[in-house]
């Protein structure tokens, strides 16, 4: 899938990737407030469901085009976050 990517324009997608996450965790910590985990949480959750959904889609043997891979791996990591956030509400109530 990244076969025609130097490591240059990985690494450089990569930095952008993390800003533009940055910026959706700061938001969503203002959106959840204490049911989240701060800036920096919610941007290790999202980047991590971002490449958890990019793996998930190479694992199942799956190639779509760049704009619905995108879209993929961005569900994934807003569904992580959603589900890191129903765990912790969970684990807080008992």
Do not use: C
């Amino acid at each position: 899938m990244y076969g025609g990517m130097t490591i240059q324009m990985l690494m450089l997608v990569a930095a952008l990737g993390l800003m533009a996450g940055f910026i959706v965790g700061h938001a969503m910590d203002g959106v959840m407030g204490d049911q989240g985990f701060g800036p920096f949480g919610n941007t290790l959750v999202l980047a991590s469901g971002f490449v958890l959904g990019v793996s998930g889609l190479e694992r199942w043997g799956l190639s779509p085009r760049i704009d619905s891979l995108t879209a993929y791996s961005i569900a994934a990591a807003f569904f992580l976050l959603f589900l890191t956030v129903v765990f912790k509400r969970f684990v807080l109530r008992v």
